[in-house]
């Protein structure tokens, strides 16, 4: 485990793990990546949604770079704070491996957040893995928590998978860091093309 991204093997096909305390920053340097990604995105993205003023948190699943705010039975895990023995475990086992197993060749699966939520779920957690298993780039944020410690460890601790701590010291160095690996790897579009100092 690296507290940043120095002395990485720029040539290494290894996926790429983001892993920290929650509001550091874990998902603006996916949602940067997001942007640049040049092949077909698979995957999911979870968010907090929130549909009216002082209403709830709403915690919902959406294909990753297409989290749009809606709500609905499909997509919906729980309200903020309501544990995850309220999660609705049908949408990592429906929407959630969908989202994982429809990744082909040529493209990218990107995995934010994996957390405790999913513990239950056996076929989402299985899918996880089999992704971080496989051939396809994997770019996925691990909530930093041991909750669900079993699950998370084999993830945060999976042979094929390099783990960078990420936090407020570190996360512009880290960002910087990962968006040249992925480019070396050709997975990103040359800045030029995004007009990105």
Known sequence: MRTCAEGYDFTMDKHILICGRRSV??????ERMLRQLKGPVYGFQTAAVQTEPGGPRHICMYPAGKADGHVDEANHICDGGAGRENADLSV???LGVRLIEAARP???IVMDEIGFLETGSEHFCDAVLKALDGEIPVLATVKDTDLGAEFLDRVRRHPRAELIMLDAANREEVTRQVEEILRKRGL??????????
């Open 25 to 30: 920053g874990k998902t603006t340097l996916v």
């Open 106 to 108: 040529g493209g990218v």
């Open 92 to 94: 990592f086992d429906g």
């Open 188 to 197: 990103l579009a040359d800045k030029k093309e995004l007009d990105i100092p």
